[in-house]
């Protein structure tokens, strides 16, 4: 198994700022994932953070709002630019194991106001 | 797009009953996922199942795959305030990606 840490844990932003998450997995894996859960829904895919290049954006979802960094096989971020309260959300990041197997990190908790 | 409908949307029970969450996709998976996240937590990997007509045990759960990979099942015996939780069941999207199911929220009363 794996462990990822994300920082930070949660925070509480002012509208038109940004906030970079930051995603760290304790060993090298294929692929990591950024998602975003709304309380008591599901988990909806942001992106797939590729190492070396662009994130792969799913639809809805653009690189100028959600700009993703993937230096490593370590290592991602996620910015939530320009933040509305629409954008008021748990975002967590998987990293991919064998056999198809996702961990989540602890995600992090996003309030804007 | 791919989607995988989960029903119930919640279920309420009381201790020692049991439990299935069904999940259901319009078309064929090659593989289906199942996850678990406790209130406050984040979704921890159950089983991957993969051939037609699968059955897996893990002590008071069992998971089915349909024959025709459409369908899955997750059931719980006896219930234990252990349990409580949202129940995902995810099938792939494109290549190693995950569409998730709208989950199952498990209550149990004590």
């Known amino acids: 198994s794996a462990v990822i840490s994300q920082k930070p844990s949660r925070d509480i932003c002012q509208r038109g700022t940004s906030l970079t998450i930051q995603c760290q997995v304790d060993?090298?894996?294929?692929?990591m994932f950024w998602y975003r859960q709304q309380p008591g829904q599901s988990l909806t895919l942001i992106a797939t953070a590729n190492q070396g290049s662009e994130a792969t954006y799913e639809s809805g979802f653009v690189i100028d709002k959600f700009p993703i960094s993937r230096p490593n096989l370590t290592f991602s971020t996620l910015t939530v630019s320009n933040m509305s309260p629409e954008d008021s959300s748990i975002y967590l990041c998987?990293?991919?194991?064998?056999?198809?197997?996702?961990?989540f990190g602890p995600g992090t908790r996003l309030t804007v106001l | 797009g791919q989607q995988v409908m989960q029903i119930p949307q919640y279920q309420h029970v009381q201790e020692g009953e049991d439990f299935t969450t069904y999940c259901n996709s319009s078309t064929t998976l090659s593989n289906i996922q199942w996850y678990k996240q406790r209130p406050g937590g984040h979704p921890v990997f159950l089983i991957q199942l993969v051939k037609s007509g699968e059955v897996k045990k893990q002590k008071r759960l069992t998971f089915q795959f349909g024959e025709a990979k459409k369908n899955s099942s997750l059931h719980i015996t006896a219930t234990q305030t252990t349990d409580v939780g949202t129940y995902f069941c995810a099938g792939p999207k494109g290549a190693q990606k995950l569409v998730f199911g709208q989950g199952t929220r498990l209550t149990i009363n004590p």
């Open positions: 998987s990293g991919l194991l064998t056999y198809n197997e996702q961990f």
């Open positions: 060993s090298q894996v294929t692929m």
